[in-house]
T-cell receptor, first 116, second 114 residues
Framework: AQKVTQAQTEISVVEKEDVTLDCVYE???????LFWYKQPPSGELVFLIR??????QNEISGRYSWNFQKSTSSFNFTITASQVVDSAVYFC?????????????FGQGTELSVKP | DTEVTQTPKHLVMGMTNKKSLKCEQH?????MYWYKQKAKKPPELMFV???????INESVPSRFSPECPNSSLLNLHLHALQPEDSALYLC?????????????FGPGTRLLVL
């Protein structure tokens, strides 16, 4: 069975601080995909990144960066120089090919609050 | 354009009402999804349509009835709901149902059942 754990329920930082959101996953599949979504108070889930299990290269997009480590089954997300607009709930998710169950498995989410 | 639209944004209904939620995408995606999300929880999958056919029903009560009139539209018909059905209902779509494609979500409908 697949599982995603986001141990941090809530994080509060002051603007301009760096913050890392942790994500640990469990799966026996060799082919899988990992995602991060952002959900601001408005409710829409905004796609941030998709990474497949064969690509362990870290990725940077502006102030966002992701660290994928298969050895520790982690896919952590760092926001550099946080801003108030980063305040949201962030979900890490795992999916496997449909013929192995399909479905997007979400973690419980981390609520990030960035204070001015 | 990665846009999924949903109407209405907010809905208040009584337990005897019949209402419908609508979802639309114009990305040429062939898989569409309904999720239910309670406060402080992750989204829970309800239904999945692939090529306009129902592929997954996560044992959802029959008071929720999905419909996929065409490849761009997805409806969720509501009847005789309970107060515990109050939640954010999210629609999503993906290129297909391989399980590895990115799902793009709409803004959701906030439903309150009185």
């Amino acid at each position: 069975a697949q599982k995603v754990t986001q141990a941090q329920t809530e994080i509060s930082v002051v603007e301009k601080e760096d913050v890392t959101l942790d994500c640990v996953y469990e799966t026996r599949d060799t082919t899988y995909y990992l995602f991060w979504y952002k959900q601001p108070p408005s409710g829409e889930l905004v796609f941030l990144i998709r990474r497949n299990s064969f690509d362990e290269q870290n990725e940077i997009s502006g102030r966002y960066s992701w660290n994928f480590q298969k050895s520790t089954s982690s896919f952590n997300f760092t926001i550099t120089a946080s801003q108030v607009v980063d305040s949201a709930v962030y979900f890490c998710a795992l999916s496997v090919p449909y013929n192995q169950g399909g479905k997007l498995i979400f973690g419980q989410g981390t609520e990030l609050s960035v204070k001015p | 354009d990665t846009e999924v639209t949903q109407t209405p944004k907010h809905l208040v209904m009584g337990m005897t009402n019949k209402k419908s939620l609508k979802c639309e995408q114009h990305m040429g995606h062939r898989a569409m999804y309904w999720y239910k999300q309670k406060a402080k929880k992750p989204p829970e999958l309800m239904f999945v349509y692939s090529y306009e056919k129902l592929s997954i029903n996560e044992s959802v009560p029959s008071r929720f009835s999905p419909e996929c009139p065409n490849s761009s539209l997805l409806n969720l018909h509501l009847h005789a709901l309970q107060p515990e059905d109050s939640a954010l209902y999210l629609c999503a779509s993906s290129q297909d149902l391989t399980g590895i494609e990115t799902q793009y979500f709409g803004p959701g409908t906030r439903l309150l059942v009185l």
